[in-house]
Each structure stands twice: as C-alpha cells, then as structure tokens.
C-alpha cells in the first residue's frame, strides 16, 4: 500500500534516508550511501568466498604460525597499498598528494565525494583496507594454501626487515648524538 502522502512506493524510505543522513553528517561529507555500497561489496565477496569454501570443503582453521604471519604479511601489504610512492598511482583517482609522512611513505587527502570519496577513505587507510588484505590471505590459505603461505612469508619478511631498519636508523641516529 503506497503512503497517505500520495507518494510512490520507497519514496517516504529515500526521505526517512535522507534525513538520518542529514542528521548523522550535519555538514560534513559522510557519503552514508557510498559506504554502504562499500560494505555489501565487502559482504557479498565474503559471503561467496563463504560458500565457495564450504562447497570445496577446504575451509579449516588457521594455525597459530599462519595466524601471526598472514598478521605481519597484512600489515606490510596495507601499507603499501595505503602509502607506498609506487602505489600511488592506483590511488590517485582518489586522493591528492600532500607530501611524504615518514620513511617511504607518502601523506594523501581524500578527494570527490560519494563513492569516489568512500573508496579513497578505504585505499588511502592502512586500518580500512587490511581487513580486505587480511580476507584475501584468508581466502588464500583455503583456495592456494602452498602459493599464499609463499607469498604471506615475502611480506612478513619484509615487514620485519622493515623494523630492523628503523631499529638500526634509530641506533645509528642515537650514535650520533652522543
């Protein structure tokens, strides 16, 4: 039954939409809608990469030495997808160089608006976008265990020597000052 208002179907939704939005963003630009058309690509991705694995039967749990180094191997990797220079390109669309916020790694703004905005939030944020890394290395660990093992090891790999070399600049930089 459409609403007493006369109006088409949906259209005291889209309103009802319209206003918790206005409400929640005041005046900044929150692309509600955009983030939700965010979180159902996350979530139909999952939901598929779910049944996938169900029907090939190969879903079983991670031990501890994948956990910690599908952990290390998500850091690096959202790192570079959120910061690296080389990177940059793919998230150029989105964002706007400001400048460099540390060794090797470059400071960006978000730029556009709704989902161009959404998905430089997600690309430009190494917290946002490791949880899509972290499911890529889980969905890897159940469909090519042996390849994603390989490639979870390079990246841990270079995470930790990632920490030594800060550890030894650190040193070298305390050295010196002395």
Request: with cysteine; proline share 6%; net charge positive.
């Amino acid at each position: 039954m459409a609403p007493a208002t006369g109006s088409a179907p949906g259209h005291t939704h889209r309103h009802w939409w319209q206003r918790v939005a206005a409400e929640y963003s005041g005046s900044a630009d929150r692309p509600l809608g955009a983030y939700l058309g965010v979180m159902a690509t996350y979530g139909g991705l999952v939901g598929g990469l779910t049944l996938a694995g169900r029907r090939a039967r190969k879903v079983t749990p991670p031990g501890v030495a994948d956990i910690v180094l599908a952990a290390l191997a998500t850091h690096k990797v959202s790192r570079l997808i959120s910061k690296d220079p080389v990177t940059s390109p793919l998230r150029a669309p989105f964002t706007r160089y400001v400048g460099t916020s540390g060794d090797a790694e470059l400071s960006e703004e978000v730029r556009g608006t709704g989902l161009q905005k959404a998905v430089g939030e997600l690309i430009s944020c190494p917290f946002c976008i490791g949880l899509w890394v972290a499911t890529g290395f889980g969905a890897g660990q159940v469909f090519a265990p042996t390849l994603t093992r390989l490639a979870m090891a390079v990246f841990s790999e270079l995470a930790i020597a990632d920490f030594l070399h800060f550890g030894y600049s650190l040193a070298e930089q305390r050295q010196q000052h002395e």
